[in-house]
């Protein structure tokens, strides 16, 4: 079946960087708009950033500046580079492949990003 594997989280300090990975299978990746998400603990789960199929793209005002999100449809694979970490991005990130119509909805397992001194 469809399905998208996160990789690239880990531990880095304040003002560091890391490049998520979403690698996508059994799908027509050049057709879905993919995005990432985050959730910290306590929270409820937020889009960072998105990229359309159209190649539209739309960042959360957290993320403007220092993330940037951009895909490879011949790997069928999306990445979010994070730069200039600060402690509140703490979360699990998560990949989201999405088509419609019809709703048809694809998320990864979730990577955990912790940043801290």
Same mark, same amino acid.
Request: proline share 3%.
């Given at each position: 079946?469809?399905? *998208?594997?996160?990789?690239?989280?880990? *531990?880095?300090?304040?003002?560091?960087?890391? !490049?998520?990975?979403?690698?996508? @299978?059994? $799908?027509? =990746?050049?057709? =879905?708009?993919?995005?990432?998400? !985050?959730? /910290?603990?306590?929270?409820? !789960?937020?889009?960072?950033? &998105?990229?359309? @199929?159209?190649?539209? $793209? $739309?960042?959360? #005002? @957290?993320? %403007?500046?220092?993330?940037? $999100?951009?895909? #490879?449809? /011949? %790997?069928?694979?999306?990445?979010?580079?994070?730069? @200039? *970490? %600060?402690?509140?991005?703490?979360?699990?990130?998560?990949?989201?492949? %999405? =088509? &419609?119509?019809?709703?048809?909805?694809?998320?990864?397992?979730?990577?955990?990003?912790?940043?801290? &001194?």
């Amino acid at each position: 079946q469809a399905q *998208l594997v996160e990789s690239g989280g880990g *531990l880095v300090q304040p003002g560091g960087s890391l !490049r998520l990975s979403c690698a996508a @299978s059994r $799908i027509a =990746f050049g057709i =879905f708009d993919m995005g990432w998400y !985050r959730q /910290a603990a306590g929270k409820q !789960r937020e889009s960072v950033a &998105s990229l359309g @199929s159209s190649g539209k $793209i $739309i960042y959360a #005002d @957290s993320a %403007k500046g220092r993330f940037t $999100i951009f895909r #490879d449809n /011949a %790997k069928k694979s999306v990445y979010l580079q994070m730069n @200039s *970490l %600060k402690p509140e991005n703490t979360a699990v990130y998560f990949c989201n492949a %999405k =088509f &419609s119509p019809p709703n048809f909805e694809v998320w990864g397992q979730g990577t955990l990003v912790t940043v801290s &001194s």
